[in-house]
């Protein structure tokens, strides 16, 4: 069995002090990712109250492209990057970085 991603075999040397704090970080990056979680939910929920008064009168919401222009929603699914937002990518980090674009 493992506690806080540690097997019983790797801590059995460690102090009580040690082990505690193993735990209590494991604690905290959960708690932060959880923190993360609500407030993407809590943004999801705002966003669908605000465009629900256009939907009924008749409006249409934007798509996701429209609303986060620039997001490679392939890539997010995924969990790649194509060839051209790769390239778009490199183009962006050279120009902020200084470098020279080759022809």
């Known amino acids: 069995m493992h506690m806080a991603g540690v097997s019983p075999l790797d801590s059995w040397d460690w102090t009580w002090g040690e082990g505690c704090e193993i735990v209590n970080a494991y604690m905290q990056r959960e708690n932060d990712?959880?923190?993360?979680?609500?407030?993407?939910?809590?943004n999801a929920t705002v966003l669908l109250v605000h465009s629900l008064?256009?939907?009924?009168?008749g409006g249409d919401i934007k798509g996701f492209a429209e609303s986060?222009?620039?997001?490679?929603?392939?890539?997010?699914?995924?969990g790649t990057m194509s060839d051209d937002a790769m390239y778009?990518?490199?183009r962006?980090?050279?120009?902020?970085?200084?470098?020279e674009e080759e022809s």
């Open 33 to 42: 990712r959880a923190k993360k979680r609500a407030v993407a939910l809590y």
């Open 53 to 57: 008064p256009a939907v009924l009168a």
């Open 68 to 78: 986060f222009p620039g997001f490679d929603v392939e890539q997010a699914e995924a």
């Open 88 to 90: 778009a990518k490199v």
């Open 92 to 99: 962006a980090l050279n120009k902020i970085f200084g470098g």
